[in-house]
C-alpha cells in the first residue's frame, strides 16, 4: 500500500470522508487513491480559496473537519484567506498539502516556496510527512489536532505518497472541551445578583445550538442581563422559539451606543469585542471604560455547560422570552435592500442554513427573519472578503438535506465567484441572491468614517463597480448555474419560490439603487 | 501632509506611477491620496491575484516596478500566487499592503494576521513602516529594493497613513547590474573551443532584448555551441530577424533528449535546469551526469554584456543565423490546437506581447511563430497557474502602444478570471485565446507520469472540467468584455483578425477536441 492509499484510509476511518481539492501533479497519487478508497468523496473546486471556504463552510454544519488538497505553496497560498476565516471562527479543517518529493526539494524547483511557513501563519497545527511508515500516523494525528485546534496543516512530499510500505492508523482520540469551573459560575452568578446593568455577551457553540440559546435566555429573564451576541458569530441558529439575540454591532459609533452604560460584560464563548478597524480618535474597543469584563467561559471551554449552570444557579425556574413565528407581509415595488430583507424573511424556507456575506446591503436582515422558522446563519467571521459562495457549497455538502441561503454581496462575490461552478457540478441546493449595489459600499463609508476626504474622483474609482457593471446572471450562467435577475420585490419574490421549489443551485441578481 | 500622500509623492519621483490596487479600509488614506497625486495612476482590481499578476506582466514589460495596494494579510494571501511567479522571474514588484493602525494591533482584531511571516515568504525585501515621519523614506527604499531584488514589501498601519508630519523622500539610487569578470570570460570561451558538444543555456535579459539574442547568436555561429532558451523566460524577444531559438523542453523526457550527449552546459542569464517536478526513477534534472555546468553570467550580474564579450572573444567576425520572415498558412477546418498556433502564427500583429498560459495546448506554437513579426512572449515563470490574464493587464498598461495578446488554458484562466473586468474597465488593447479542451489535460498526462494508476473514474473526474462546461464567451460578456466562440479555423480568424482591428479587450473561446 503507498502512502496515498494509507493516508486516505486513514482520515476515512478518523471520520474525513470529504475532500475539497483542486490538485496539481504532486497531488497525482492521492488523487487516483480515491478510486481505491471510496468512502473519499473528491469534490473539485476550480480555485484552493473555493476548497478552504468550503471546507470551513462544511466544519461549521458538520462540526467536524474536511480536507483539502492543496498544490504546493502556491496552491496553500490561494486559499490562505478563508482558512483566515476558518481560523477566526475556530472551524477545524485538515488541509494536505502536497509538495515536491524529499529528493527534489534541494533542486529549488520553480515551484518551490516556503510551504511551511505559508501554512504556520494560519495553522493551529503543522507537520511535514518524513516517510510512507509515518503518513498514517501523521493523518490520524492530523485529524485530532484539526479538532482541537481548528486550521490543521499536513504537508506531503509527492514521493511519500508514491512510495509503498505504508499502513492505515487507528484515530486519535480528542477529549472533550474541559468544563468551566463552578467557583467561576458562582462569582459570575454573584456579579449578575448585583443588579448593575450587565450584557452576556455570547458566541461560539452557545449560539450554535439551541440549549446554549435556551439557557442564556434564562439568565436573562432571571436576572435582567441582557443579552448580545458576538458580531460574527461562526454558527448561530435563529428562528422562532429561541430568544431574540442580537448581533453586537459593526460599525464603531452603534457599537458603543450598544455597551453604553454597561458595568458588567459576561463573555461565554465570545471573546471581548474590539472594533473592526481603528479609526481616527475612537477607542480600539466598544467596552465602556467602567465596565468590568468577565470571562465565564473561553474558547475551547465546554461554553453551553456554563450557561446551563449559570441559569441554574442565578435564575433557577426561569423561562425565557421566547420569540413567536412571525413572518414580514411580501413587500412591493423597486428593490431596496430592505425589501430585499422582508422577501427573505416572508419567504425563509424551513431548516434553512443561511450564508451571511451581505456587508452594507443586510438592511433590517436580522429584524425581519427572526420570526422565520428555525435556521443557521453562518457570518464571516475573519473578514477576510469571498467566504460566501465556498462556505455555501461547504455547507450544502454537509447537509444534504436542507436548502443553503447563500447571501452574497456583488463586490465579494467576485473573489470565488467559480464556487458556482462546484454548486452545478455538484447539484448543491443552494440559492445564491447576489446584493448588486454596483460598488465596494463599505468603502465608500469607511473613506468618510477613517476621516479621509471623500470627494476625490480618482478616490471613488477605486470604489466603484460600474464601468463595466457585472452581469451575475451571466457569470452564472458561464459555470452552469441557472439565473435570474430581480429589479422589483414582486420579481425577487417570484424567482426565490422557483429556485427554492427546485432542487440544485439557483442564482438570483437582486439590482439595487447603487446599480441602476 | 500624512504618510499616504508622502508615500505616493516618493514613488511616483521615483518612478513608480501605477498601482494595482484592491484596497480595503485601512489603505482608504491611501485611495484618498490619488487625488492629490494625480501622476499617480489607481488601476481597481477585483481581486488581489489580479494585482499582483497585473504587477509582473508590468514589470516585464516596463523594466520597473508597479505598487499594488493589499488590505492586511488575507489581501497580501490572495496576491502571493502570483508573487511567486514574479520572485521566480525576477520581476521587481513593490507591494504596499496596509495594516492594522499601530494601536490596533495588540488588540488582535478579526483581521489580525501574521503579515510579515506573509510577506516574508515571498519577497527579497520587507519593511514594516513604523511613523509618518520614516514612510517616505521607507518608500523610496521600497522601490529600490524591488528594483535589486523583486519582489519588495512595504508594510504601511493606517494610522501612519492618516498621521500629519510626512514629507516626501529623495528616490533611493540603484547600481548597475555588476559585469562579470573578464576571466570567467575567457574560461567559458576555452570550453568552447575544445570542441567538445556545448549548449549555451540563455536566461533572464540575455533572452529579452535583441543585443542578448543576437550575441549569443554569434557565439553559437562562431564556436558550435547550440543554443538554448530557460524553459520558462520572464520575456523572451521573438521573431523574424533573430535567431531561433527553441526552448529546453518541459517534459522530463525530452528535456533530457533535448541535452543527451552535451558536455558542457553554459548558462547565461539562466539557471541550472532541473525537472519542474520529480518522477518515480527520474533523476531530478536533464543535465547528463558526465556535461560540466558553467555560469558564464549568474542572475543580477549583466549576462547580455557577457555574452556580447564571450562573442568578442571566441567568435570574432561570426555572423548570427537569422530567422527569415515566415508565416504559416491560414489552416482549414475544426479547431485542434495545432491550427490554434497556425492561425495566430499567420495573424500575429506587428510588435505584439505575448502572454503564454497555454500549458498543454501549444501545439507547434513556438515553432509556427517563430518567424512572425517581432513580439515579446511571457512565460509562467514559476508554475502557480493564474499569472495570463492578470499579466496580460499589466503588460497592457505597460505598453499602450502594442497590442497584447493572452493565449490562456481553460483551467488556469479560472483562477484569476476577474482580470477580464479590468481589462474592460480600463479599455486595454487586450485579445484573449482561450483554448477550451474541457479538462486539466495536463494533469491527465502527469496522472501517469507519476505512475500513479490512471484508470479510476473517480480520479478522472477530478481532472475533468466537463458537467457543466465552462462557457467563457457568457464569462467575458459577464464582466464587460465582447465575446465570440470559435469552433473552426475560419472562425477564429474572422474572429482574431476583428479583435486585433478594434482597441479595447476581446475574447475569443477556442473550442478544442477535449471539449467538444
Known amino acids: 500500500m503507498n502512502g496515498a492509499q494509507a493516508l486516505l484510509r486513514t482520515l476515512v476511518s478518523a471520520g474525513v470522508d470529504v475532500c475539497f481539492a483542486n490538485p496539481g501533479t504532486s497531488e497525482m497519487h492521492f488523487v487516483a487513491a480515491l478510486d481505491d478508497v471510496p468512502r473519499m468523496r473528491g469534490v473539485l473546486t476550480l480555485f484552493e480559496g473555493v476548497a478552504t ?14 480536507a483539502t488538497l492543496l498544490h504546493l505553496g502556491p496552491g496553500l497560498a490561494n486559499g490562505l484567506a ?25 533542486l529549488d524547483a520553480p515551484l518551490e516556496s516556503d510551504v511551511d511557513a505559508l501554512a504556520g501563519a494560519v495553522s493551529g497545527w503543522v507537520r511535514r510527512s518524513m516517510s510512507p511508515a509515518d503518513v498514517a500516523a501523521d493523518a490520524a494525528e492530523a485529524v485530532a489536532q484539526a479538532t482541537r485546534v481548528g486550521v490543521a496543516t499536513l504537508v506531503l512530499p509527492a514521493d511519500v505518497s508514491w512510495e509503498d510500505g505504508a499502513a492505515p492508523a487507528d484515530p486519535v482520540p480528542v477529549r472533550p472541551a474541559p468544563q468551566v469551573p463552578s467557583s467561576v459560575v458562582a ?5 449578575l445578583a448585583s443588579g448593575e446593568p450587565a450584557v452576556l455577551l455570547l458566541g461560539g457553540e452557545v449560539v450554535a445550538c439551541e440549549a446554549g440559546l435556551l439557557a442564556a435566555g434564562r439568565v436573562a429573564a432571571g436576572t435582567g442581563a441582557r443579552l448580545l451576541a458576538e458580531t460574527f458569530p461562526a454558527r448561530m441558529v435563529r428562528g422562532a422559539g429561541l430568544p431574540d439575540l442580537a448581533k453586537l454591532p459593526y460599525p464603531p459609533e ?29 477607542p480600539g474597543t466598544p467596552v465602556p471604560e467602567d465596565c468590568a469584563v468577565h470571562v465565564l467561559a473561553a474558547t475551547g471551554e465546554d461554553g453551553v455547560a456554563a450557561v446551563q449552570a449559570l441559569a441554574e444557579l442565578a435564575a433557577p425556574g426561569a423561562r425565557p422570552a421566547l420569540l413567536e413565528p412571525a413572518r414580514p407581509q411580501l413587500p412591493s415595488g423597486e428593490l431596496t435592500p430592505r425589501r430585499v430583507s422582508a422577501v427573505l424573511g416572508a419567504l425563509m424556507p424551513e431548516r434553512a442554513v443561511v450564508v451571511d456575506e451581505v456587508i452594507t446591503s443586510g438592511v433590517g436582515l436580522a429584524e425581519l427573519t427572526a420570526g422565520a422558522p428555525r435556521h443557521d446563519w453562518l457570518a464571516l467571521t475573519g473578514g477576510a472578503i469571498g467566504d460566501g459562495l465556498p462556505m455555501a457549497v461547504g455547507a450544502a455538502v454537509a447537509c444534504p438535506d436542507r436548502p443553503v441561503l447563500a447571501l ?36 465608500q463609508g469607511e473613506l468618510s468614517r477613517v476621516g479621509a476626504s471623500a470627494g476625490g474622483e480618482r478616490a471613488g474609482q477605486l ?21 435570474t435577475r430581480a429589479t422589483t420585490a414582486e420579481e425577487l419574490a417570484d424567482q426565490l419560490r422557483a429556485a427554492f421549489a427546485e432542487p440544485g443551485p439557483h442564482l438570483v441578481h437582486a439590482v439595487l439603487p447603487g446599480r441602476r
Do not use: C
Open 53 to 66: 471556504g468550503a471546507a470551513d463552510g462544511y466544519a461549521r454544519m458538520a462540526g467536524r473537519p474536511a
Open 254 to 282: 452603534v457599537a458603543l451606543a450598544a455597551l453604553s452604560g454597561t458595568r458588567h460584560l459576561v463573555l461565554a464563548g465570545a471573546s471581548a469585542p474590539v472594533h473592526f478597524f481603528a479609526y481616527p480618535g475612537v
Open 463 to 483: 470604489l466603484d463597480l460600474g464601468g463595466p457593471a457585472l452581469d451575475f446572471v451571466a457569470l452564472a450562467g458561464g459555470m452552469g448555474v441557472p439565473a
Open 408 to 443: 452574497q454581496a456583488d463586490g465579494s462575490a467576485m473573489y470565488t465567484l467559480q464556487a458556482l461552478w462546484t454548486m452545478a457540478r455538484e447539484q448543491l441546493d443552494v440559492t445564491v441572491v447576489v446584493y448588486d449595489n454596483g460598488s465596494y459600499a463599505i468603502l
Open 187 to 191: 462569582d459570575v452568578a454573584a456579579v
Open 82 to 106: 478563508n482558512l483566515h476565516n476558518a481560523r477566526r471562527g475556530h472551524a477545524p479543517v485538515l488541509n494536505v498539502v502536497g509538495d515536491h518529493a524529499r529528493s527534489h526539494k534541494r
